[in-house]
């Protein structure tokens, strides 16, 4: 049988965290500890119900992975396994808090790595039923659409656009807990894909990229880009009238190029092509290309059904790859033309991190939302699958115009 005291024994020191101050029982407040390790960061936050960070700790295993040339599901569960406890800790001690003075504990139940997901459930798990704290499990994804509200005035429903290493999704959002799925890579997410080009183009060779993940190395070489639309890139998906993803074919069409430049230029092992600055930013727009051109078509679904109100309507980008810049201008573009508010939270809370997943705990509690199942659910999907219903709209979508240098 399974037992909790053996799975946890290093981390029952939490056990000293015994002697806490009534002073934190007066606060008028729901607080909340939310605890996140789907992928490859080991997060934890304290949030007050205004939306104040009162503690927060963040172990980022990027640097790590970009060593291995992706993440490893065992490296990462074993980071996690080592870290939560301390991250925990450091998060109450930044919030001069202890447990005790929590309402209750939130935590990534899905979606995830399997093993990294177990690290954070069962070390919640094991703090909840320790301190008698209510668990609320969280949906990573919603915690990534959701954020924004803290930082933001945006009233529901909104459309989201997620992406990051692990997702690519359009979503519209009419609640805390009500979702329809617009669109989704049917492939890899865009993450995933700038990490693999910026490898192949071996740009962890120039000193000041090479503790950069590989999305930011690219935007930052794309910022010295001369004659970017040298290389071209085919829009992907342009014949299928949903919302839907695809990035595979554009890292097939980047290889082709970046191979034919190395032949070029007669370049073999380490060396870079003299092109990398140009390349990195006509990819970087032909991501853009995608994405805009994506959140156009369920902009002009949202409109078709009547889903949003006229008027105040917001595009939330987060994850990841919504702290890249070009990206983000890009996608403000799409909002000056469709009449969009487009938001993002800070850089640090667009990739993955606790704060995200306390503050959903604080959203559901304020609405009262019935608790998900508390089991981890590796390939949980958001929300009410619609993508079929904007397939059938069969809408035309003409690309705005982007520019290269705002
Ligand atoms: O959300 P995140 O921290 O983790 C998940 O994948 O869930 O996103 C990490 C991804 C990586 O693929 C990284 O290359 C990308 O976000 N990223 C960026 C930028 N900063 C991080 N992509 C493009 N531009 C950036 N500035
Ligand atoms: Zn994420």
Redesign the pocket.
């Known amino acids: 049988m399974f037992s909790l005291s053996k799975y946890f024994k290093p981390y029952l020191k939490i056990n000293k965290i015994n002697n806490f101050s009534n002073s934190m029982l007066l606060l008028k407040h729901t607080v909340v500890l939310g605890i996140e390790t789907?992928?490859?960061?080991t997060g934890c936050a304290i949030v007050d119900e205004s939306g104040r960070i009162l503690g927060e700790s963040l172990n980022?295993q990027?640097l790590i992975h970009l060593r291995h040339g992706g993440?490893n599901p065992i490296i990462a569960r074993e980071f996690h396994r080592n870290n939560i406890e301390k991250v925990v800790s450091n998060a109450l001690d930044k919030a001069s808090m202890k447990i005790e003075d929590i309402n209750a504990i939130a935590v990534t139940t899905k979606p995830?790595l399997p093993g990294s997901l177990e690290i954070g459930v069962k070390y919640a798990n094991y703090i909840s039923q320790k301190y008698n704290k209510m668990l609320v499990p969280i949906h990573?994804m919603k915690a990534?659409a959701l954020v924004a509200r803290m930082y933001n005035n945006i009233d529901f429903p909104f459309l989201v656009l997620l992406?990051?290493?692990?997702?690519c999704l359009l979503a519209l959002v009419n609640d805390v807990d009500n979702f329809h799925l617009l669109g989704q890579t049917i492939d890899n997410?865009?993450?995933?894909i700038?990490?693999k080009c910026?490898r192949r183009m071996k740009l962890r060779n120039i000193p000041k990229y090479s503790h950069?993940?590989?999305?930011?190395?690219?935007?930052?070489a794309a910022l010295n880009a001369k004659n970017p639309t040298d290389f071209t890139f085919p829009l992907p998906l342009a014949r299928n009238r949903d919302c839907n993803f695809s990035f595979s074919g554009l890292q097939d069409a980047f290889i082709r190029l970046l191979t034919m430049k190395e032949k070029e230029h007669n370049l073999m092992g380490d060396n870079i092509i003299p092109e990398v600055n140009d390349l990195c930013a006509a990819f970087?727009m032909a991501v853009a290309k995608h994405l805009v051109q994506r959140t156009q078509r369920a902009a002009q679904f949202l409109e078709l059904k009547s889903y949003l109100p006229n008027e105040n309507k917001t595009l939330v980008v987060?994850?990841?790859?919504?702290?890249?810049?070009?990206?983000f201008k890009s996608l403000e573009t799409f909002g000056t033309h469709y009449n969009y508010k487009v938001v993002r939270p800070p850089?640090n809370v667009?990739?993955?991190?606790g704060v995200m997943i306390a503050w959903n705990g604080i959203e559901i509690l304020r609405k009262g939302c019935q608790l998900d199942n508390k089991e981890i659910d590796p390939k949980a999907p958001l929300g009410k699958n619609i993508i079929d219903q904007v397939k059938l709209s069969n809408l035309p979508t003409k690309l705005v115009k982007l520019k290269y240098f705002y």
């Open positions: 789907s992928c490859d960061d980022s990027t993440i995830g990573h990534h992406i990051s290493g692990g997702h997410p865009p993450g995933e700038l990490d910026a950069m993940p590989g999305g930011q190395a690219i935007e930052m970087q987060s994850g990841g790859v919504a702290c890249n810049n070009f990206i850089p667009c990739t993955d991190n």
